[in-house]
């Protein structure tokens, strides 16, 4: 019995290693793009059950596990590489200077989490120059009424289908324009904001909808407002930053699709996971809530907050404007750029 239920878990990590790799946007398939890490750790340790001798002989099948798993474990230890801080930095760390840089603290409250205080507590500690949370109702727009004496700026779209947004911030917004780009019940924001030394940068704070059962079968929705929002910061002429969740992470395809085209700068690249979700399950954890910036920036921090009563740990980043541009941005191929456009016109289209 032991064997059979090896070699059926054997089995089933390995399609779930590559399955990934199929271009389909259906949400069972999605979906292992996700736990990678873990994926890797229990690779290993059947991979360590298979080669131990005193379980199972050296035999022929045993080596051919064995020999799978390795190259399981190998290809899944070069995807999360990058997210180590022995990887190649994206995107050089500078000292954090007030006057040419920004403070952004980006979180997915969780619509019913009731926590306020916790969340005001964070804010009031941190002391950010922008807010952006989503997931937020009524309730928890009356909830965060006490940070408003410290942040002028407002912008308040409150929802009850959980893609409510609510942006707080200290600077002046030049430019604000809400955006409603794949679903019409799922709004997002453009934002030219100016730092304090007089100069713009664009901000576009997003929360597309996810690939899960009930809600959306596919992630064609997802991929094309991710893919449509790196398009737009690729045209633009001002320093940007794309923030927000996406409901993706770090290393799936559509995430890499859209360093490509956006030629945007991931900060985890050579630094570390910084896991937001899931807040209350350790071992499930992966980076799904983001800050890319254009190669515009420089780091001069990025930091995971303790939970908030949230699903979702919040995040937050300084970015500094510099004159160098140091920053690896990563570029598409045609192939690539014609396979953006394609997710771009699916979720347009509502195509199935």
């Given at each position: 019995?032991?064997?059979?239920?090896?070699?059926?878990?054997?089995?089933?990590?390995?399609?779930?290693?590559?399955?990934?790799?199929i271009?389909?946007?259906?949400?069972?398939?999605?979906?292992?793009?996700?736990?990678?890490?873990?994926?890797?750790?229990?690779?290993?340790?059947?991979?360590?059950?298979?080669?131990?001798?005193?379980?199972?002989?050296?035999?022929?099948?045993?080596?051919?596990?064995?020999?799978?798993?390795?190259?399981?474990?190998i290809?899944?230890?070069?995807?999360?590489?990058?997210?180590?801080?022995?990887?190649?930095?994206?995107?050089?760390?500078?000292?954090?200077?007030?006057?040419?840089?920004?403070?952004?603290?980006?979180?997915?409250?969780?619509?019913?989490?009731?926590?306020?205080?916790?969340?005001?507590?964070?804010?009031?500690?941190?002391?950010?120059?922008?807010?952006f949370?989503?997931?937020?109702?009524?309730?928890?727009?009356?909830?965060?009424?006490?940070?408003?004496?410290?942040?002028?700026?407002?912008?308040?779209?409150?929802?009850?289908?959980?893609?409510?947004l609510?942006?707080?911030?200290?600077?002046?917004?030049?430019r604000?324009a809400?955006?409603?780009?794949?679903?019409?019940?799922?709004?997002?924001?453009?934002?030219?904001?100016?730092?304090?030394?007089?100069?713009?940068?664009?901000?576009?704070?997003?929360?597309?909808?996810?690939?899960?059962?009930?809600?959306?079968?596919?992630?064609?929705?997802?991929?094309?407002?991710?893919?449509?929002?790196?398009?737009?910061?690729?045209?633009?002429?001002?320093?940007?930053?794309?923030?927000?969740?996406?409901?993706?992470?770090?290393?799936?395809?559509?995430?890499?699709?859209?360093?490509?085209?956006?030629?945007?700068?991931?900060?985890?690249?050579?630094?570390?996971?910084?896991?937001?979700?899931?807040?209350?399950?350790?071992?499930?954890r992966?980076?799904l809530?983001?800050?890319?910036?254009?190669?515009?920036?420089?780091?001069?921090?990025?930091?995971?907050?303790?939970?908030i009563?949230?699903?979702?740990?919040?995040?937050?980043?300084?970015?500094?404007?510099?004159?160098?541009?140091?920053?690896?941005?990563?570029?598409?191929?045609?192939d690539?750029?014609?396979?953006?456009?394609?997710?771009?016109?699916?979720?347009?289209?509502?195509?199935?």
């Amino acid at each position: 019995m032991g064997l059979y239920i090896l070699r059926f878990f054997s089995a089933f990590f390995i399609l779930a290693t590559f399955f990934p790799l199929i271009k389909l946007d259906f949400w069972w398939v999605r979906i292992f793009d996700y736990p990678r890490l873990q994926k890797l750790l229990i690779t290993l340790c059947l991979l360590a059950v298979w080669i131990y001798p005193y379980t199972f002989p050296l035999d022929t099948e045993s080596i051919i596990w064995s020999v799978l798993l390795l190259t399981c474990a190998i290809y899944l230890a070069n995807k999360v590489w990058p997210f180590t801080p022995w990887a190649k930095k994206m995107i050089d760390s500078v000292p954090y200077v007030e006057n040419n840089g920004i403070h952004i603290l980006v979180g997915n409250v969780y619509q019913y989490n009731q926590n306020y205080h916790k969340a005001v507590s964070l804010v009031q500690r941190t002391s950010p120059d922008l807010i952006f949370f989503v997931e937020t109702d009524k309730a928890w727009e009356k909830g965060l009424s006490e940070i408003e004496k410290d942040y002028p700026t407002q912008i308040k779209l409150p929802m009850d289908n959980t893609y409510g947004l609510l942006l707080y911030s200290k600077l002046e917004i030049q430019r604000k324009a809400i955006n409603y780009l794949i679903d019409e019940e799922i709004p997002s924001l453009e934002l030219d904001i100016k730092l304090r030394n007089g100069e713009l940068i664009t901000i576009y704070a997003i929360h597309p909808t996810p690939p899960v059962p009930g809600e959306n079968e596919k992630s064609t929705d997802r991929d094309a407002e991710i893919l449509l929002v790196g398009k737009k910061s690729k045209e633009n002429h001002l320093p940007s930053l794309v923030i927000g969740d996406l409901n993706d992470v770090a290393w799936s395809y559509t995430t890499e699709l859209f360093l490509k085209n956006s030629e945007m700068a991931d900060p985890r690249r050579g630094r570390g996971l910084f896991n937001t979700f899931h807040a209350k399950v350790p071992f499930f954890r992966w980076p799904l809530d983001h800050i890319f910036l254009s190669e515009h920036f420089g780091l001069g921090g990025i930091k995971v907050h303790k939970g908030i009563g949230s699903d979702h740990f919040p995040i937050s980043i300084k970015a500094v404007l510099t004159k160098r541009n140091d920053t690896d941005t990563m570029k598409a191929n045609g192939d690539e750029k014609e396979e953006a456009r394609e997710k771009i016109s699916r979720g347009l289209n509502d195509e199935d």
